[in-house]
């Protein structure tokens, strides 16, 4: 269990992670049907026509990961005009073959040139 020193500062990341995403980026948030959140879909500018990607889950993601995953393959497919010709990046932890199958589902490909040891990057194109 979490104590309230360690909640206040996962609460503090959250927000700033939030904050990176204005005014360039864009975030999204999942609710259970009692408001509860699920998960954190952002983008932030991390570079000229490139993003860097974050998903912050709650305990509620395994209920609502098959959902999720096909909501955020078309929030991809489906960007804004403005994201056109961008990168979106994410890294991961190497070794995680569901993970590695979920950014394939998703549409994102291994970049090893932006690999940084174990942490593997995957990029996300959109349409040019």
């Not at 994102?108 to 996300?124: A, I, V």
Request: charged letters at 25%.
């Amino acid at each position: 269990m979490a104590t309230e020193s360690e909640r206040k500062e996962t609460l503090q990341f959250i927000k700033n992670r939030l904050q990176s995403t204005k005014p360039d980026g864009f975030s999204k948030l999942w609710k259970t049907e009692d408001n509860e959140p699920i998960a954190i879909l952002g983008a932030y500018k991390a570079g000229d026509k490139r993003y860097e990607t974050f998903l912050i889950c709650s305990n509620h993601m395994e209920v609502h990961a098959i959902k999720l995953s096909f909501d955020m393959r078309k929030i991809l497919k489906e960007l804004p005009p403005r994201f056109n010709g961008f990168a979106l990046g994410q890294y991961s932890e190497a070794g995680s073959i569901h993970q590695i199958s979920w950014f394939r589902f998703l549409g994102f490909k291994h970049q090893p040139k932006g690999d940084r040891g174990n942490t593997l990057y995957y990029e996300y194109a959109s349409k040019a």
